[in-house]
């Protein structure tokens, strides 16, 4: 019986396979789309059309901002740019340099609305400005007209404002989308800006700043942020790394120099680079 037995276990062993260890799929690390990156920042157009002319504006004013805060401060906002107003011309520029991106790459009277609410709101709040601010001023209210001409007709906008106008600036949806989650915080941080600007400056930034600089870094957030919750996921992603990274490394140099203090300062230095982090691993 024990040969019948063995001669039978020797019969199976022969049929089978050799035993194979299990092959375990690596799901790829997250990567860098550095093409999406440099389209987040770099204009589309290179033409004589309106989103070339606004996508070149918020490009140039984003990277002096970025590298030369002072001659923004001095030289367009009448204000002081060093110490604590660094670190918020640092912040309106790079907004204004992700959202010049984004309306080169719309169609031209999409761009002109969305422009005429952003050169608009800037040259608003700067009403009755002297100095270097009330060139500024006018410079942004021409932009806005010629903006509006290009978008139909002053008339054209303010009868369609609660349709065409607002739509640029609020939520397409109510999903849990990249472009909401971006999109949205962004414009928290605008409308925070425009109605708690004392809360934040007690709270998060430690030492107030000029009406000037506060209200224009909320009319750059308001407009990006519409832009970015109408756009694509691609482009939300894109976007909310640059902008929510850029914040952290704004809010990192200007604690470092001693401006960034106030009790909630290191939470919300965490809470934009988790959102960099997101927005690229999600």
Known sequence: MSRLILALAV??????????????????????????????VA?????????????????????????????????VLGIAGTGANAGMIRGAGLAAALL?????????????????????????????????????????????????????????????????????????????SMQNIVGMQMMAWGLGLIFAPAWLATN?????????????????????GGRVMSGSEADARSNGLLFFGGWAAIAVMARNAGHFSGQYAVPVIAWNAACAAYSLLA
């Open 204 to 224: 998060v930034c430690g030492v107030s700043h000029p009406a000037a600089l506060t209200t224009g870094l909320a009319v750059n957030n308001l407009v990006l």
């Open 100 to 176: 010049g991106s984004r309306l080169g790459r719309d169609s031209d009277s999409q761009a002109a609305s969305s422009a005429a609410l952003w050169l608009g709101g800037w040259a608003y709040m700067l009403r009755g400005a002297a100095g270097v601010a009330g060139r500024t001023q006018t410079v942004c209210a021409l932009l806005a007209l010629s903006a509006l001409r290009r978008s139909g007709g002053l008339y054209n906008f303010v009868t369609t404002l609660d349709t065409n106008g607002l739509s640029a600036v609020l939520p397409k949806n109510r999903d849990v």
């Open 43 to 75: 204009p589309s157009e290179l033409s004589a059309s309106s989103q070339a002319i606004y996508s070149w504006t918020g490009l140039a004013l984003g990277a002096v901002s970025l590298v030369k805060p002072e001659m923004i401060g001095e030289k």
């Open 11 to 40: 019969t199976c062993n022969a049929f089978r396979g050799p035993v194979r260890n299990r092959l375990t799929l690596r799901q790829p690390a997250a990567a860098v789309d550095v093409d999406a990156i440099k389209n987040a």
